[in-house]
């Protein structure tokens, strides 16, 4: 099966600080991908990944960034936190070609 | 702006009726289109693909595709309570040599006994 791990499944951070939400997945998927949820407003894309160092701005890029630096790893950094970041962020990934997105459980952040 | 369109329900059926659900997009060069199943609290679960016109089954669930209309849909025969959930219709094109799902907003099932 596959398997998409999101480091943390809840999170509490201040105002201003620097966040890291990290994703790992096993099964060498090329692509990778980051959405926030939020009730009301469905899955938004945030960023994507199709290779190692490439990121790709999806439809809601303003205030976050990305890394890839390795093939099973794609990181999600909030800069500087704001309490309108605060949502459920789920990682996915997916083969070439796209076959379908698979999830991991998702991080609620909260932003205080 | 690529939309998919699903109505947010709630959908009510009872036990071992069947459910159907329904989803519309907006841009014709979609080739792909994919069902997703997330419980309350909980990531989507990919539950049907589907590629070409017609039908596909897989146990109770049948995806349906109308490409000319732009139409797909989901039916989940001999629902059953553990099938209340929020269903997500996804969509997706190919660009530049990978693809990107657009997601509908969900329609909440509810599966009474």
């Known amino acids: 099966d596959v398997k998409v791990t999101q480091s943390s499944r809840y999170l509490v951070k201040r105002t201003g600080e620097k966040v890291f939400l990290e994703c790992v997945q096993d099964?060498?998927?090329?692509?990778m991908f980051w959405y926030r949820q939020d009730p009301g407003l469905g899955l938004r894309l945030i960023y994507f990944?199709?290779?190692?160092?490439?990121?790709e701005k999806g439809d809601i890029p303003e205030g976050y960034s990305v890394s890839r630096e390795k093939k099973e790893r794609f990181s999600l950094i909030l800069e500087s936190a704001s309490t309108n970041q605060t949502s459920m962020y789920l990682c996915a990934s997916s083969s070439l070609g796209g076959r379908g997105l698979f999830f991991g459980s998702g991080t609620q952040l909260s932003v205080l | 702006q690529k939309e998919v369109e699903q109505n947010s329900g709630p959908l009510s059926v009872p036990e071992g009726a069947i459910a159907s659900l329904n989803c519309t997009y907006s841009d014709r060069g979609s080739q792909s289109f994919f069902w997703y199943r997330q419980y309350s609290g909980k990531s989507p679960e990919l539950i049907m693909s589907?590629?070409?016109?017609g039908d596909k089954e897989d146990g109770r669930f049948t995806a349906q595709l109308n490409k000319a209309s732009q139409y797909v849909s989901l039916l989940i025969r001999d629902s059953q309570p553990s099938d209340s959930a929020t269903y997500l219709c996804a969509v997706s094109g190919l660009e530049a040599g990978y693809s990107t799902l657009t997601f509908g907003k969900g329609t909440m099932l509810l599966v009474s006994p």
């Open positions: 589907i590629y070409s016109n």
């Open positions: 099964m060498d998927h090329e692509n």
């Open positions: 990944s199709y290779d190692v160092k490439m990121k």
